[in-house]
């Protein structure tokens, strides 16, 4: 009979906790997991945010603070997607990109986004695909990511002897506003991790 | 000895209303103006498609008298229930701390701050937040009516009652798979948390995310399995606000002198407490339904730490007075 009443009280106590992890089962069904490499280049972390994107998921209650105050309206978040990563905020730069102005970071109420000078922002670096890029393949003159750039010369200038043929330098911080200017369709420039450098690598 | 309650009590059900109405509607405001702030700053008023035209004129029209900036001035009220910022000051639910600490296991002080004005206000008034500020609160208690309606239809409205210790297993799990995870996944089921940031989402961004499946979830479970049930047996978030309403200061308590047994305040408590055998608990709400229902001012606020202990029948009951009538009838054959 003892045992008869542990294995009962087992099988209550795994039902309890059954019922207990079901509203969680149930909206991590609505909101599965989204593969994070297939979209690097569509999601770049906000200005300020923690360096580790782990860290950053656990720090971030999901408000939706930083993007109720974003003039530009670029903050964008994992809605229908994301499982675990639910309601995290991003920034595409092929539809919006960050102007730097730091209100999120100054509105975040948790240590996700820290506030942090305009050239010490670590979001990325651009890079050119110089087999793309219409300058580059003498295609005309351009030099709307030039212009767009807020960070100015020490971020992006022209090469030296070619006008209107763009070049990253290191004070780029990856906002992304050249990415939304770039009138080429397949988008030669693009925010990639610190690491990569400036000059999409050859695939010739 | 014979204490009447305040009539102002009567009314505070009203006000609870207007409070809920209140903080549904700013939801539902604050999207379209930072819709409204990010086309100001963007200086493009004639690229805006028609529709955009008509929300930055009603906008325009709606804050001109508040602000003359609106792309700074608006900034003051921003956010939702979950975590915002209201005039400089930065307001955050306990829940979110709570669970922020447990997904990241460090604790970041300055946010850990803005949840203290809301949990000294849970210490005294207990489990307020339910009853008078959240919004999903808002939308459950118009299902709530609904279902009401549908019984009067004739439709079959479930009523079934659980274990209400559950949620705070919920809490427990969810605190836990935060940790594990390293995500705050106690926001994914958290109603006011997904009502907030769904409007938000549906609003300004063009499309409602998944929480808002989750929640319409919630209030078919509502409609057809138990009454308010989501509230009463399985959100994480009133299970730590009760918790912390343990020991509130302000409770709902019973006159026993005017009572008279009607149970219309057990009927129409939307946590299915018990008000008519002083059985409040750390769960009830304050939300001043019982109060106002009440048809012989039996129900008032006290100042107290803990329940008074049942206090048996309503001396204007039924019971009471066949009781008092054989208490007198065997006190006087005690005399003979």
């Known amino acids: 009979m003892k045992r008869r009443s542990f294995i009962q009280q087992v099988i209550f106590g795994t039902g309890v906790l059954a019922a207990a992890s079901l509203p969680y089962g149930l909206s991590s069904l609505l909101s599965p997991k989204v593969q994070a490499a297939t979209r690097s280049r569509r999601e770049i972390p906000l200005p300020g945010a923690l360096a580790d994107p782990e860290e950053f998921a656990s720090a971030c209650i999901g408000c939706g603070l930083c993007s109720e105050v974003c003039p530009p309206h670029c903050v964008l978040f994992h809605e229908r997607d994301g499982g675990g990563r639910v309601n995290i905020p991003y920034i595409n730069p092929e539809e919006r990109g960050c102007t730097l102005c730091g209100k999120c970071m100054k509105v975040c109420p948790t240590n996700a986004l820290s506030v942090t000078a305009r050239e010490k922002v670590t979001m990325g670096i651009a890079q050119i695909d110089r087999t793309a890029c219409y300058p580059w393949v003498d295609r005309g003159i351009c030099g709307a990511c030039v212009s767009a750039c807020p960070i100015g010369e020490k971020a992006i200038n022209f090469k030296l002897w070619n006008q209107y043929r763009p070049v990253v330098q290191k004070g780029c911080v990856g906002c992304g506003l050249c990415v939304e200017v770039c009138p080429q369709p397949s988008l030669p420039i693009r925010i990639v991790d610190r690491s990569m450098g400036t000059i999409t690598p050859s695939r010739i | ?336």
């Open chain 2, 1 to 336: 000895m014979n204490k009447k309650p305040l009539t102002l009590y009567r009314h505070l059900n009203k006000l609870r209303w207007v409070s809920l109405i209140i903080v549904f509607s700013m939801l539902i405001l604050l999207p379209f103006l930072h819709m409204y702030q990010t086309f100001v700053a963007a200086h493009g008023y004639d690229l805006l498609s028609n529709a955009d035209k008509d929300i930055y004129n009603v906008m325009a029209t709606l804050t001109s008298p508040f602000t003359e900036n609106p792309a700074k001035g608006l900034d003051v009220i921003k956010g939702n229930t979950w975590s915002g910022t209201f005039f400089g000051l930065q307001l955050s639910d306990p829940l979110s701390v709570v669970s922020q600490i447990a997904a990241g296991l460090t604790i970041y002080w300055p946010f850990v701050l803005t949840a203290l004005i809301p949990v000294l206000l849970t210490l005294i008034f207990g489990r307020f937040f339910c009853g008078w500020i959240c919004p999903a609160t808002f939308l459950y208690e118009l299902n709530t009516n609904l279902a009401a309606w549908a019984h009067r239809a004739g439709l079959p409205v479930g009523n079934r009652h659980f274990d209400r210790r559950l949620k705070y297993l919920i809490l427990l799990v969810g605190l836990i798979l935060s940790a594990i995870t390293g995500s705050v996944l106690v926001a994914a089921i958290y109603p006011p948390a997904i009502v907030g940031r769904e409007l938000y989402y549906g609003i300004a961004l063009g499309g409602f995310g998944a929480g808002s499946i989750f929640f319409v979830i919630t209030l078919l479970f509502d409609l057809l399995v138990a009454r308010r049930g989501f509230c009463r047996y399985l959100c994480p978030g009133g299970a730590l606000y009760s918790l912390l309403g343990h020991f509130r200061l302000v409770r709902i308590q019973r006159l026993v002198k005017t009572c008279n047994d009607c149970a219309m305040c057990n009927a129409v408590c939307e946590f299915g407490l018990d008000p008519l055998h002083d059985n409040f608990g750390q769960e009830c709400n304050n939300c001043t339904a019982c109060i106002a229902i009440c048809p012989t001012d039996a129900l008032t606020f006290e100042i107290k730490i803990t329940d008074q202990p049942n206090q048996g029948p309503g001396h204007l009951g039924h019971l009471y007075k066949r009781e008092q009538g054989k208490n007198s009838s065997t006190k006087q054959e005690a005399i003979k």
